[in-house]
């Protein structure tokens, strides 16, 4: 069964850097499209970013992130990163990574009834 275990996260200053990792166990993450999440206080999980599997590369960023936020994977480690740049307080959240469990696996797409096997959830805050 694929599970996806989180790293990264944290505390740091608006303008700050920092680097999430979803890695796998169990299965490899090469035939999934990955997708990241986060879900703030009060409010609904929503998709950040995506990459299709390894054979497509192609990528999506929820327009709040774009610009800041760069999704990469790299498949001898079976993981996938999330690098933040540029951060905000409104990027305050809890993130999650996920695989593609259904519908087109290997496709990208922040649809989150698509998604399952979902890490365990890291604190990203965003403060001075």
């Known amino acids: 069964q694929l599970q996806l ?7 740091v200053q608006p303008g700050g850097s920092l680097r999430l990792s ?15 999440f986060r879900q703030a206080p009060g409010k609904e999980r ?3 970013s995506c990459i299709s599997s390894s054979g ?8 709040s992130v774009k610009g800041r936020f760069t999704i990469s994977r ?15 307080p409104e990027d305050t959240a809890i993130y999650y990574c996920a695989a593609k469990i259904r519908g087109l ?4 797409d922040m649809t ?10 890291t604190q990203v805050t965003v403060s001075s």
């Open 22 to 36: 979803c890695a796998a166990s169990g299965y490899t993450l090469d035939y999934y499209a990955i997708g990241w």
């Open 105 to 108: 696996r290997t496709m990208c």
């Open 5 to 11: 275990v989180q790293s990264g996260g944290g505390l």
């Open 56 to 63: 497509g590369g192609s990528t999506k960023y929820a327009d």
């Open 112 to 121: 989150r009834i698509f998604f399952g096997s979902w890490g365990q959830g």
């Open 74 to 88: 790299d498949n001898a480690k079976n993981t996938v990163y999330l690098e933040m740049n540029s951060l905000k």
């Open 46 to 48: 929503e998709g950040v």
